[in-house]
């Protein structure tokens, strides 16, 4: 591949002709070529006459060797099973084309703790608890059954570096061992799955330029998300696939990038200006955010559902957008904030003097485009949440936590089903704020879990304080979130919502 680049790179730079070597052997021979078992590895390249780059031709590549699935297996009756978190690792393997398959073990070569606690990941559950080999335990698949049953070994000298996230970090030799079944890997791994989730950090508009390279390119270009799991062990990035995706969720999207909204939209298919369906498989850009689908009633991107890392898409239904230039002259604004528990399926009210933090967020230019949720516990501490809980009219704080250590007023799977998404993070107050008009905070911009979201137990001088009087006028109180105005009017945030 080395000497094909070096050779295009030539042609392109010098304009030379070119041929085979059957017909000119200047360079190397046809019988240098079969001494060193130079085989083919690049067939029916073909460029179009608009090709600007040698990634936009199309060819036929040497085919592959790939992972196709993995599973734990024991031994029962002379019959080998799945067994749930423990057991023999054995891969199912196939060639690129279709052409072969192939099934059979780990070995342990290079393969250490860190691989270990990737692979029981990869499988479903939240690590490992040990693992070895064969040779040393025969509990789950002994030596000479896999013998028996010719499984031999598929997958060699797994390395995963320290600061691998995924399995798909990893190096292997697929196809080429010098492993025993001895060396065969087994797992016992902790049950259950994580309770980690992927989850949306960020995205952008990208494209290739003209040496091939990719690049932010601001307010047009296709859409590149990046995601991470809650608890930070892996991290994918790749595209945004064009399944029910519509105008809305392009106008919504578009605002989520800091633009007015979508000027037009479509895929990669129909429009490869920006990218091409061959540039995002040339760097491996696989699908990671499919069948967005943003109701007529939401107001921000917030508001849709979407699966991640589970698609049914091609690179060329990859999404594309033209946003009007320039961000909004409105910003997000705290408009009201309190406590509030779980009372029943589908439905919170508010709480009094403790409960889990609910904000309702609006923009400056737009009333009507609201938001609401969340105070996630990033940087939170002791002291920001005393002046929380002084701001909501009480004489300071108790206790404090986040929803994943406790879940008594509203749990993370009650969050996750009504789709109470953090709005508010990054929460920081100075040692010497003594109000949360010197706290500065982050709005719409997270990188939380709903397991991160603030509950506050406060202080309450007066067991009445609870039952809130709607007429009352001191219940009403003015604040700011880092100079983001917060009208809080206690009685009105008292009536209770349904989802």
């Not at 080999?133 to 028996?148: F, K, M, P, Q, T």
């Not at 601001?218 to 062990?233: C, F, K, P, T």
Request: negative net charge; contains cysteine.
């Amino acid at each position: 591949c080395v000497m094909i680049g070096l050779i295009m790179k030539q042609w392109y730079q010098r304009r030379v002709r070119g041929g085979n070597v059957a017909s000119n052997d200047a360079y190397i021979s046809r019988s240098v070529l079969e001494e060193h078992e130079l085989d083919t590895v690049v067939d029916q390249m073909y460029c179009l006459y608009d090709a600007r780059n040698i990634s936009d031709c199309s060819a036929d590549l040497m085919d592959e060797w790939q992972v196709v699935s993995a599973g734990l297996y024991s031994a029962e009756g002379g019959a080998i099973e799945e067994s749930g978190s423990a057991g023999v690792v054995l891969i199912n393997l196939a060639m690129s084309d279709g052409s072969q398959e192939a099934f059979g073990t780990l070995c342990d070569d290079r393969f250490n703790d860190h691989a270990a606690q990737l692979a029981c990941q990869h499988l479903g559950h939240r690590g490992f608890r040990r693992w070895g080999n064969v040779g040393s335990n025969d509990a789950y698949i002994s030596r000479s059954v896999l013998e028996e049953h010719e499984l031999d070994t598929v997958v060699d000298q797994m390395y995963c570096l320290y600061d691998a996230r995924n399995i798909s970090d990893c190096s292997a030799d697929l196809m080429d061992h010098d492993c025993s079944a001895g060396e065969s890997v087994w797992l016992e791994c902790e049950e259950g799955s994580s309770d980690a989730e992927w989850q949306v950090i960020g995205a952008h508009l990208y494209s290739v330029d003209d040496a091939g390279e990719p690049y932010e390119s601001g307010s047009a270009g296709v859409v590149i998300v990046n995601l991470e799991m809650s608890d930070g062990s892996q991290e994918a990035y790749g595209s945004l696939c064009d399944d029910r995706f519509n105008n809305h969720a392009a106008n919504l999207a578009c605002q989520y990038l800091g633009h007015e909204g979508a000027i037009r939209w479509g895929n990669v298919a129909s429009n490869d200006e920006y990218m091409s369906r061959s540039d995002l498989e040339r760097f491996e850009v696989d699908t990671v955010v499919d069948d967005m689908t943003c109701p007529e009633t939401a107001r921000n991107i917030t508001d849709c559902s979407s699966d991640l890392m589970d698609h049914d898409c091609s690179a060329g239904e990859s999404v594309w957008l033209e946003c009007e230039e320039g961000s909004s002259d409105g910003e997000w604004q705290v408009v009201s904030a309190g406590l509030y528990r779980n009372v029943g399926d589908m439905e919170i009210e508010p709480s009094g003097s403790a409960g889990v933090v609910l904000i309702e967020l609006a923009m400056t230019d737009d009333e009507s485009r609201r938001a609401f949720g969340t105070l996630c516990d990033d940087r939170f501490n002791n002291h920001t949440a005393q002046l929380a809980c002084q701001s909501l009219g009480y004489a300071g704080v108790t206790q404090w936590g986040n929803v994943g250590s406790m879940g008594e007023y509203i749990s993370r799977s009650v969050l996750e089903e009504l789709g109470l998404s953090t709005v508010v993070d990054e929460m920081t107050c100075p040692a010497d704020a003594t109000d949360m008009n010197s706290c500065d905070a982050d709005l719409m911009d997270h990188d939380c879990s709903a397991g991160e979201s603030v509950w506050l137990q406060c202080e309450n001088d007066d067991d009445d304080d609870d039952e809130i009087d709607d007429d009352d006028e001191e219940n009403y109180i003015d604040l700011e979130f880092g100079g983001v105005k917060l009208a809080l009017n206690l009685g009105n945030v008292r009536e209770r919502i349904h989802f």
